[in-house]
T-cell receptor
């Protein structure tokens, strides 16, 4: 295991539901990330937090709302999603920026119906 | 701007043969380069990285990659492929001189299939 845990592993939700994805890292890292992985497309960076402050937000629709209450936990709150939002959502963490590799969780497979 | 290209959607190789998964990059300055592997229904696992120094980088599971600045490439290689190497491989880059942020830019991935 990588030390990054995501829950739930699978989630099916309706377009009017509200749900949250959770990520926890036990590595003492300072940076945490949300990525979206869709078939046949590059990984899309959604949000970056460093020391609990959001440092990047790559034009993500407002129906996705991140929260980082402390350096070990990261949430992605979901509401009124669309079917095209169905994807694998990956959380990652790294010791810091620049030349350090990221450690990924196993992902949450989200299906919007 | 920084970007990564993985020109092959799929690479097929017989077990025991050498394998190469191609990656080219584009950055305005000097790059940090990474390779990751993803097995079915799993997250990405780090394989190796180039930061500075020797152009040939050795990583996990017998993989290595060669940084070629003139060709802006960072191809992943292994001398003898195993069936268990079958997975999705991602190349990633970050411009070390960039203020574009913390995270890596990933390619779209290359599916490696090793047949017995």
């Amino acid at each position: 295991e990588t030390g990054v845990t995501q829950t739930p592993r699978h989630l099916v939700m309706g377009m009017t539901n509200k749900k949250s994805l959770k990520c926890e890292q036990h590595l003492g890292h300072n940076a945490m990330y949300w990525y979206k992985q869709s078939a046949k497309k590059p990984l899309e960076l959604m949000f970056v937090y460093s020391l609990e402050e959001r440092v990047e937000n790559n034009s993500v629709p407002s129906r996705f709302s991140p929260e980082c209450p402390n350096s070990s936990h990261l949430f992605l709150h979901l509401h009124t999603l669309q079917p095209e939002d169905s994807a694998l959502y990956l959380c990652a963490s790294s010791p810091g920026p620049v030349n350090t590799e990221a450690f990924f969780g196993q992902g949450t497979r989200l299906t919007v119906v | 701007a920084q970007s990564v290209a993985q020109p092959e959607d799929q690479v097929n190789v017989a077990e025991g043969n050498p394998l190469t998964v191609k990656c080219t990059y584009s950055v305005s300055g000097n790059p940090y380069l990474f390779w990751y592997v993803q097995y079915p229904n799993r997250g990405l696992q780090f394989l190796l990285k180039y930061i500075t120094g020797d152009n040939l980088v050795k990583g996990s599971y017998g993989f290595e990659a060669e940084f070629n600045k003139s060709q802006t490439s960072f191809h992943l290689k292994k001398p003898s492929a195993l069936v268990s190497d079958s997975a999705l491989y991602f190349c990633a880059v970050r411009d070390r001189g960039s203020n574009s942020g913390y995270a890596l830019n990933f390619g779209k991935g290359t599916s490696l299939l090793v047949t017995p």
